[in-house]
């Protein structure tokens, strides 16, 4: 059974954001009695709860709802869940190694029922409607709270209006309509689509979801948090003897509304509160460069955000010019406990996306894509340290992948026409042809061009072919030592050696060497990548002999394919 029920009798007070005014835990619109304040805290018995989790906690499954005393539903019996949260953390090794970082995390939210994060919101805002009765909910949405809601309504008994922008993707339309919902696309920006509803609830006298307001979302992202904390701890060890659980130095995520990074800052202020960790984690929230009223906001110093009329941005998730009280929260969070806001172009979201999927497997909707772009700037800026521990919100919804994202020739087709014919009958067999079949898909792989890796380091190695496999036109050969790699040049001929330079038996100067001493290799291009700082003297060693240096954990798979590809083009201008 999924429903987890309270341990304890539920006991929750509403705290007032604005007054600081305690109301007990009534019925929403969650409204402060004292000023009229429409943000809530929810808070609980932190002493008895931190006193029983540690043996309760062992019994019970990895959910989201094994936190239960610390989400606001008053009766068991309105849970509604599907399995949600529980997402495994992933160490991202081929993106750590290519950005020299150590400690990359990926908290894989794709996991969830209908594939992003937003499904722990539903659960619990969902259950939480439930338990007060309510039976009609209008909602605005860029795409992925419209489907979560709709699949959870299900479950509910709810009818669900959702206003979307008419930019959003039709697939995802489609999926909200085969739930049930009502899909209504509106021609404008999300922020006056959020008006359009709200205006429309109103008329209609349905409840509308509140966002950010709400205290069931921000308190349902509280459970990233809880889960992180336990899978780090489990991963790197607790981080000092009579605390059980672990804080990153960075939550990352691509923010719109806010409301991950704020549910997971205060799933971490209460986890500080019951001494399960030890300090509190760093947000860095990323934008599109195209609709970044909060970077922007933050940069010019301001505690209120201005907005951004008209959104100029493919990644149309995070697509919100109006970001209203989220901004105000995390500008003091970020003030207060340090972070950053930063902005990705949509093409340094697109590179991202398309990293994520080659290197780690993971095929991401733009917006998660948008954090990993944030990363990579934040890294090379040297604001997150190459041995932090950083946890990237990968909250992405994999629909079916929209064209713009690949280029022309992804597809590669085999006419039905040969494809039919049969082998050739036995009078043929003289000659044994290759059928036209086999013939047309020789065809499609064509790798001309022959790479040799030479690299004793076999992670090393094996992230390299990785970045080379994934362009598909080169044949690539490997040596893992010095001796080896130069007579497997010697064999093969390649096309352009990539060398390590520190290596057993002979090191890459003595290869390099051995190459220019041999009339038939001496002009073939050297890449040399190494995590070695050079000596001034070594530098020269290498000066007029080889044609790339690239320093190990600091480049990216990119700047080392147009390496390869100016040096191959080069040589066939020569020849
Ligand atoms: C909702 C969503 C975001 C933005 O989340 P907020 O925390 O509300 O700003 C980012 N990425 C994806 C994939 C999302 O679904
Ligand atoms: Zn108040």
């Not at 929750?12 to 809530?40: A, R, S, T, V």
């Not at 795409?143 to 993707?169: E, M, Q, R």
């Not at 992804?410 to 079949?437: D, F, G, I, Q, Y």
């Amino acid at each position: 059974m999924l429903i987890i029920p309270s341990a304890i009798p539920v006991e929750i007070e509403l705290e007032c954001g604005n007054c600081g005014y305690k109301q007990p835990f009534g019925n929403p619109p969650y409204i402060c009695e004292k000023c009229g304040h429409d943000w809530m805290e929810a808070r609980y018995d932190y002493e008895r709860i931190s006193r029983l989790w540690p043996d309760i906690l062992k019994q019970r499954p990895f959910t989201m709802w094994r936190y239960r005393e610390l989400l606001p539903i008053r009766n068991d019996k309105y849970q509604i869940t599907m399995g949600e949260g529980g997402t495994a953390l992933l160490r991202a090794n081929n993106l750590s190694m290519m950005l020299g970082a150590q400690n990359l995390f990926i908290k894989d939210e794709r996991q969830n029922p209908t594939n992003s994060f937003k499904d722990r919101q539903a659960a619990l805002a969902i259950s939480m409607l439930k338990e007060a009765g309510i039976t009609e909910l209008v909602v605005a949405s860029t795409g992925n709270v419209a489907i979560s809601y709709s699949a959870y309504s299900t479950h509910a008994g709810i009818k669900l209006w959702t206003f979307l922008p008419s930019l959003v993707p039709p697939e995802k339309m489609r999926e909200i309509a085969i739930y049930g919902s009502e899909v209504i696309k509106v021609t404008a920006t999300y922020d006056e689509t959020k008006k359009v509803a709200a205006r429309y609830a109103k008329h209609k006298g349905i409840t509308v979801d509140r966002g950010i307001r709400d205290i069931g979302t921000r308190e349902s992202m509280k459970t990233l948090a809880f889960e992180v904390a336990e899978q780090l701890a489990a991963e790197l060890g607790p981080p000092q003897p009579g605390i059980p659980w672990r804080t990153p130095d960075w939550f990352i995520q691509a923010v719109s509304g806010g409301m991950g990074p704020i549910g997971f800052f205060k799933g971490y202020e209460e986890l500080y509160r019951m001494g399960l960790v030890d300090r509190l984690p760093k947000l860095a929230l990323i934008q599109a460069a195209g609709c970044a009223p909060m970077v922007q906001s933050f940069h010019k110093d301001l505690p209120k955000a201005e907005p951004v009329e008209n959104p100029n941005t493919r990644v149309i998730t995070i697509a919100t010019g109006a970001p209203g009280p989220a901004y105000e929260y995390l500008y003091k969070v970020v003030k207060q406990h340090g972070g950053t806001f930063e902005s990705a172009t949509d093409e340094e979201t697109f590179r991202a996306l398309h990293i994520l999927a080659k290197m780690e497997g993971l095929s991401i909707e733009p917006a998660a894509a948008t954090a990993f772009a944030g990363l990579f700037k934040l890294l090379t800026k040297g604001i997150i340290k190459r041995h932090e521990v950083v946890v990237i919100n990968c909250s992405g919804h994999t629909f079916p992948v929209e064209k713009f994202l690949l280029d022309e020739d992804w597809l590669k087709v085999v006419p039905a026409s040969v494809a039919e014919t049969a082998p050739p009958p036995m009078a043929h067999a003289k000659e044994s042809p290759p059928s036209r079949l086999m013939g047309a898909l020789e065809k499609l792989d064509e790798r001309v061009r022959r790479i040799a890796i030479v690299e004793d380091n076999p992670e090393a190695a094996r992230l390299l072919r990785r970045i080379l496999q994934t362009r598909g036109d080169f044949q690539i050969v490997e040596a893992h030592t010095g001796k080896e790699g130069l007579t497997l040049i010697e064999n093969t001929q390649p096309d352009l050696v990539l060398l390590d330079l520190m290596m057993p038996d002979m090191d890459g100067f003595a290869v390099i060497d051995h190459l220019k001493n041999n009339p038939r290799l001496k002009d073939t291009p050297v890449i040399v990548i190494t995590a070695k700082e050079l000596t001034a003297q070594e530098k020269r060693r290498l000066q007029g002999q080889i044609q790339i240096l690239l320093q190990k954990g600091s480049f990216m798979d990119d700047e080392l394919l147009h390496g390869i590809n100016a040096l191959l083009e080069n040589d066939k201008g020569e020849e």
